[in-house]
T-cell receptor
């Protein structure tokens, strides 16, 4: 079946460091791709999305580009803040209309 | 405040207990979902309700029993659970069962089964 793989966490960074969280998905069809974020003590919320190849989703300084050739949707941010500490979920959506969530990657940013 | 409220926030229960998780959404949505979040595992979709009708059950054991009396409320009844059922249970809602990227999640119930 379809699946998604995220890098294991936790990812630990100092404030203002560059962030990359890797995500690869099963290359079945042309899924829409999403990143969700879960802040401490809260539920998940949509961070950004891309619906076709080469699209770039962006929000709150985060970016991710839909790379069909590498079946990847890596999340990046140029300069992280302590407030970005959270769990990040990559989630493709195939024709079933259901999101397939990854395991989540915990990001810890220290001052 | 996301408009989706879950109670209780924390629950500790023994394997012989019966308890219920409650979810209420104030967003006027017509689809509601239960997810299970366990450490180092993908977020698992358990149940989907659309207009109060269950449209998906992802092979969830019968010790989990959902109930959706109306479009605003969703319950998860628990009985004779196992320690491996300990997890964060998340409720979510959306305006249309098809537009899943527009999910709004509650903060979850952290369940511990002893």
């Amino acid at each position: 079946g379809n699946s998604v793989t995220q890098m294991e966490g936790p990812v630990t960074l100092s404030e203002e460091a560059f962030l990359t969280i890797n995500c690869t998905y099963t290359a079945t069809g042309y899924p829409s791709l999403f990143w969700y974020v879960q802040y401490p003590g809260e539920g998940l919320q949509l961070l950004l999305k891309a619906t076709k190849a080469d699209d770039k989703g962006s929000n709150k300084g985060f970016e991710a580009t839909y790379r069909k050739e590498t079946t990847s949707f890596h999340l990046e941010k140029g300069s992280v803040q302590v407030s970005d500490s959270a769990v990040y979920f990559c989630a493709p959506r195939y024709n079933t209309d259901k999101l397939i969530f990854g395991t989540g990657t915990r990001l810890q940013v220290f001052p | 405040e996301t408009g989706v409220t879950q109670t209780p926030r924390h629950l500790v229960m023994g394997m012989t207990n019966k308890k219920s998780l409650k979810c209420e959404q104030h967003l006027g949505h017509n689809a509601m979902y239960w997810y299970k979040q366990s450490a180092k595992k993908p977020l698992e979709l358990m149940f989907v309700y659309n207009f109060k009708e269950q449209t998906e059950n992802n092979s969830v054991p019968s010790r989990f029993s959902p109930e959706c009396p109306n479009s605003s409320h969703l319950f998860l009844h628990l009985h004779t659970l196992q320690p491996e059922d300990s997890a964060l249970y998340l409720c979510a809602s959306s305006q249309d069962g098809q537009e899943v990227e527009k999910l709004f999640f509650g903060s979850g119930t952290q369940l511990s089964v002893l």
